[in-house]
């Protein structure tokens, strides 16, 4: 195995579905020990999630799980016994960091909170998701990814003004969570080396959409601009297209051209049709902010009569910055993502064979890579509690009588 | 005086436009001493973004700008914000003494980031060969659009492009539209930023164990791409290409925004388990709906989402977003407003937990940026200041760092190496 960037740091994972998972997986896949602990006969809500192999559902074969778990080792525990809460205390003794993503009150309950952890390992990093973080007014609320957006600001980015807000789809929210955790715990590594303590992570995935991603829309409402930011990139003032979505022959093209020369090229490419010459069509920022769809429909025949691909290869080389969308199945047969070997091939018990995403990026002397599959309901159970923690494998057996793991 | 987690850490940040900053701001965040490398010949772009001043895009350059109007330069606000809390110098690296600077500053630095165009540091003899040379271990990450190897290397994207061949635009829309809409918020770009500021941390992590530094190559494409697990792997599986859904979910119903008194106003609501559908027909007062054959359970609801929808939006439309969330919290059902940025800054979540923070910059006076978006609980971190004059650390760097003398200095401006 190659040596890897965080080869010898050990991390437990006490979470499940998307923002944990993706977080323990990002250490993971360069190098770090990740251990996953499940809830017996359960486990991670992902299981159960899918995508399935020709859509029969099985505990074994989700490909979201698959995927959000691999290179990890995964154990059962139910930490709400006694045994099961020391075991996971034993875990935490000998660790580095600790993933969460439960409501903070569950951890309060369990006995679990930072305050807790503390005592026990005062070196340890604490890593906290939530909807709304450890503090405030909304701690407690209940929350799925749409309501994240809801109050994290992205939906006022998503979707027409003139019909309801859209959601980030697909758990985006999760994935922010997790790396932006990820990242913090990173720091929290780094200040561990200077100060020899632990600390408490608090990540809120509503925070994380209100700063990094929409949190320019504050210093721009703070200016006295716009504030509507669904009507264009940051509330007008850009030139068209600064963002346009238009079809074509077999599919969708995006366009933005900030440059005028970009434009300018465009217009040629297309042969520098007649309508380009009046007026109305020549005052970019009012184009953007007063008649968009116009200007759309007058160029989609254009686009309409030619391939994405024919497209694409077009405006790349003209330096025109326009690209298809590309749908799931453009992604897996690209030629550029294949020559970088973006996907990862696996096999993995119950599930065969399988393509995976790859890497979000490529260290040249601590590649990232996938060692192993995501591992089977309890598939580490006896790694962990014979090898680590010293059980017998005949208290394995009492252990799973009593529910424990 | 504050001791910041990543005190001691020097960064030499070439960043321009929006991710290559954002990600080397989330680092001086954390107290790394961020130095922004620019040179009156080679503005970031960024000066000039925004509402503010488009306009002179489309007849003047930013170099044009920076002789003629300097003052221009320093006043976009949401330039300041991605650069909060760095130094900022002036140095023209395409001139063999100004190359000369920044391979001694790069001497003494841990990091060094970029998003160019591959291609453009190493013609500068910057590249990470040259500098790994010089500084063994130094760690240099390097984004852009589609990668530094492959097919379409050379290839420049903005942000709506990234989230385009993404594979993103392609499942963000309402169902009932043909078009695709995308999210128009820079999403790709900050994709590639916080990974960006993920790989420096780590890399940095591994030089300090080991003394082995290295070079990290990001696509923001894949980056994004990297985020859409479910759908990449229905195909894989299952050959079947992912639609938008709107705000519709495999499994929940309700889900989505629902209108509420008021213009503009929405509120979001999501269930999920039994419990909460029960709990949903008490809390909104109408007990029957329990007992309604259509939404007798999780797959009839699912079924009959349009008529649940509509009997939803009944009752949110005459409650405001904040009437809303506090019946629904209170039965244990997941609501809450839906928010644009103004009333962001004003709710009492983001006031409490120390969201938005307050600076002020020299030229553009009082401003309101995002603050750090997690909280440490025993070295959180600070936004510094706002982001740097043109070249306001030149001294500090030349001579205090580099040891220019005075007069090499005063030399160097005159033949517009530090320029």
């Known amino acids: 195995m190659a040596k890897q960037a965080l080869s010898g740091l050990k991390v437990v994972e006490y979470g499940s579905f998307v923002s944990a998972p993706y977080c323990t997986k990002l250490m993971a896949d360069l190098g770090a020990e990740v251990v996953k602990v499940e809830e017996p006969g359960k486990g991670d809500e992902a299981r159960d999630y899918g995508p399935f192999p020709d859509d029969v559902p099985h505990h074994e074969r989700s490909g979201l799980f698959l995927y959000l778990n691999t290179n990890k080792l995964g154990i059962t525990l139910n930490v709400r016994t006694a045994t099961g809460k020391a075991i996971l205390e034993e875990l935490l003794k000998r660790a580095d960091v600790f993933v969460e993503n439960n409501p903070p009150k569950l951890m309060d309950e369990v006995g679990l909170d930072y305050v807790k952890l503390k005592e026990l390992n005062p070196r340890l990093i604490v890593t906290s998701l939530t909807p709304f973080g450890q503090t405030g007014p909304y701690r407690d609320y209940k929350a799925y990814p749409i309501n994240c957006c809801a109050v994290g600001g992205v939906s006022q980015s998503i979707g027409h003004y003139w019909r309801e807000p859209l959601t980030m789809p697909l758990s985006h929210g999760h994935y922010q969570a997790g790396v932006t955790g990820a990242l913090a715990t990173m720091v929290a590594l780094l200040a561990r080396d200077v100060t020899g303590r632990g600390q408490h992570v608090d990540i809120s995935e509503t925070d994380v959409w209100a700063t990094y991603h929409v949190g320019f829309g504050i210093t721009i409402y703070a200016f006295g601009v716009k504030d509507n930011l669904r009507k264009g990139y940051i509330g007008g003032g850009w030139t068209y297209p600064a963002r346009r979505v238009i079809p074509c022959r077999d599919g969708y093209m995006a366009l933005c051209a900030p440059q005028l020369k970009q434009w300018v090229k465009f217009v040629e490419l297309m042969g520098n049709p007649e309508w380009t010459k009046n007026p109305r069509y020549r005052d970019r920022h009012a184009m953007e902010d007063d008649y968009p769809e116009e200007v759309d429909a007058l160029l989609t025949p254009w686009f309409l009569e030619r391939t994405k691909k024919e497209l694409f290869e077009l405006f790349e080389k003209n330096a025109v910055p326009f690209a298809p969308l590309y749908n799931m199945a453009d992604e897996v047969s690209d030629q550029h993502l294949s020559e970088r070997k973006f996907f990862a091939t696996l096999d993995r018990a119950e599930a065969g064979v399988l393509k995976y995403p790859g890497a979000p990026y490529k260290f040249s002397k601590t590649p990232w890579s996938l060692e192993r599959p995501a591992p089977l309901l309890g598939e580490h159970n006896e790694a962990i509690y014979c090898g680590r923690l010293g059980y017998l494998k005949e208290d394995l057996v009492a252990l799973r009588r009593a529910g424990v793991i | ?419």
């Not at chain 2, 976009?76 to 023209?92: A, C, E, M, Q, Y």
């Not at chain 2, 760690?139 to 659009?145: A, G, Q, R």
């Not at chain 2, 904040?322 to 644009?340: C, D, H, N, R």
């Open chain 2, 1 to 419: 005086m504050a001791w910041y987690p990543l005190q001691g850490y020097r960064v030499v940040d070439f960043g321009s436009a929006w991710a290559g900053p954002q990600m080397a701001h989330i680092v001086a965040d954390m107290g790394a001493e961020v130095i922004k490398v620019e040179s009156r010949n080679r503005i970031d772009y960024g000066r000039l973004g925004g509402a503010a001043s488009a306009k002179d895009l489309l007849t003047k350059t930013p170099e044009a700008i920076a002789a003629t109007a300097p003052d221009r330069l320093e006043l976009n606000p949401v330039f300041h914000l991605l650069n909060r809390g760095k130094k900022g110098i002036t140095v023209d690296f395409t001139k063999p003494k100004g190359a000369d600077l920044i391979r001694e500053l790069i001497k003494r630095s841990d990091v060094v980031a970029d998003n160019f165009t591959p291609g453009v540091l190493d013609k500068h003899g910057l590249g990470y060969e040259s500098l790994a040379a010089i500084k063994p271990d130094i760690i240099v990450v390097s984004l852009c659009f589609a990668g530094h190897t492959g097919l379409l290397k050379g290839t420049r994207g903005y942000a709506p492009i990234i989230t385009a061949l993404g594979g993103l635009d392609s499942v963000v829309g309402y169902p009932d539209e043909s078009i695709p809409c995308g999210p128009r918020f820079a999403y790709g770009d900050h994709v590639a930023a916080t990974h960006g500021a993920l790989a420096i941390l780590i890399a940095l992590i591994h030089r300090n164990r080991t003394g082995e530094g290295q070079y990290i190559d990001i696509s923001e494409w894949e980056a994004t791409t990297s985020l859409l697990g479910e759908p990449l792997m229905e195909y894989i599986m299952n050959g079947r290409i992912q639609k938008p859904r709107g705000n519709r979910d495999p499994i929940m119903a309700p889900h989505g925004y629902y209108p509420c008194r008021g213009e503009g106003q929405w509120v979001s609501i999501a269930v999920k388990t039994e419990e909460e559908w029960q709990n949903f027909c008490q809390a909104i007062g109408n007990p029957t709906l329990a007992g309604d054959e259509r939404f007798a359970d999780r797959y009839s609801r699912l079924l009959n989402q349009d008529a649940l929808d509509k009997l939803v939006g009944q009752w949110t439309a005459s409650y405001t977003p904040y009437e809303v969330t506090e019946i629904l919290q209170k039965s244990g059902v997941a609501a809450a407003p839906f928010m644009i940025s103004k009333e962001q800054y004003h709710d009492p979540h983001f006031r409490e937990r120390g969201i938005f923070v307050e600076v002020n910059h020299p030229k553009s006076g009082h401003e309101v940026f995002y603050g750090i978006p997690w909280k440490l609980s025993d070295t959180p971190g600070e936004v510094r200041s706002s982001g740097p004059l043109l070249g306001q650390d030149n001294e500090y760097v030349f001579k205090e760092l580099l040891g220019l003398s005075q007069e090499d200095f005063e030399h160097l401006v005159e033949e517009k190496v530090i320029f």
